[in-house]
């Protein structure tokens, strides 16, 4: 078994990749180090710039998770600062937001980056299409998952391992997981 530190403060995502990446061989350890979270329109730049931090301090091999929910009648926001509006506005604003709104087609992004020490990051990116739900559904998940549908039902009325075959996060990571399979 490979392990593989995941830099996240999210306990959340550490077992959404563990569960994931445990088909693969790869068991995942978090560490909650943190790395400063730049400003920018995309989740590219920050996932870059977090992995390879991360992997200098920490001198080990690193992954970083940066995700996003793009809803696309409010022009994609909340987008790169998905953290920020949940903590401020959570989904309740966001439902309110989104009332009298007949396109509630959204989008979950998720990428991963992966960097050695003293190395360069490498990136993988994975996203689901869904649409934003009338009103919360489910105890399941965390974060927007309440809210965020797919295929009638919200990921938080589905089955952890249900969520974990759909989601962005599953997509990138698989992703991820064949680069390393064929890299190393
Ligand atoms: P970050 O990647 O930690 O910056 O997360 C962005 C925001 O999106 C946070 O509020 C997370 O709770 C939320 N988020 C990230 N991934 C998911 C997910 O899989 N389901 C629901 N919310 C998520």
Known sequence: MRKIIFVTGNPHK??????ILSHVGIT???????????????LEPIARFGARW?????????????????????????GPYS???FD????????????GETNRRAIF???????RPGGEPYLFSGEVTGEIADE??????????P??????????????????????RYAALSEFARWLKEKY
Do not use: W
Not at 28 to 42: A, F, K
Not at 65 to 78: K, N, Q
Not at 149 to 167: D, H, I, P, Q, Y
């Open 14 to 19: 550490v077992r959404e990749a563990s569960d």
């Open 28 to 42: 995942v350890e978090q560490n909650n180090c943190g790395y400063p979270e730049l400003q920018e329109d995309e």
């Open 54 to 78: 991360a992997a200098d301090k920490l001198n080990r091999e690193v992954m970083v998770d940066d995700s996003g929910l793009f809803i696309e009648a409010l022009r994609g926001f909340p």
């Open 83 to 85: 953290a920020y509006v």
């Open 88 to 99: 401020t506005l959570g989904n309740a604003r966001i439902l309110k937001l989104m009332e």
């Open 109 to 115: 992004r998720c990428v991963i980056g992966y960097c």
């Open 136 to 145: 919360m559904r489910g105890s399941g998940g965390f974060g927007y998952d």
């Open 147 to 168: 809210i965020f549908e797919v295929g009638g039902a919200t990921f938080g009325e589905m089955e952890e391992e249900e969520k974990n075959r759909l989601s962005h």
